[in-house]
């Protein structure tokens, strides 16, 4: 089964993809992806996210990571349901 067409799991790593560049926009207050053309503006949740998709932690610790820092548990579902949109739009790739 090829990269793209499994599933992501609670082990899988996701990592934003070479041709993207995230970065905060202080004018615009909110992290944007840059790509050649052009840039996706993120809101907050999607921020926090994608700047813990570093090709290191898994689904599972960016989940555990943002329940820790916005105490607020459950959030698996909502971060593997973006998770799934941004591979989608190809933004990330999984390691």
């Not at 993120?42 to 599972?60: F, H, P, T, Y």
């Not at 555990?64 to 698996?76: K, M, T, V």
């Not at 593997?80 to 999984?94: D, K, P, T, V």
Request: glycine share 8%; with cysteine; aromatic share 8%.
């Amino acid at each position: 089964m090829t990269e793209s067409a499994r599933r992501p799991g609670r082990d899988s790593i996701p990592a934003i993809r070479r041709l993207f560049r995230m970065q905060w926009e202080e004018v615009q207050q909110k992290h944007v992806l840059l790509y050649p053309e052009g840039m996706v503006q993120l809101n907050q949740s999607a921020g926090e996210i994608l700047r813990r998709c570093d090709g290191k932690a898994s689904v599972a610790d960016i989940t555990a990571d943002l329940e820790r820092a916005f105490n607020h548990p459950g959030l698996e579902s909502d971060v593997m349901s973006f998770l799934e949109i941004a591979h989608g739009n190809g933004w990330i790739e999984y390691r």
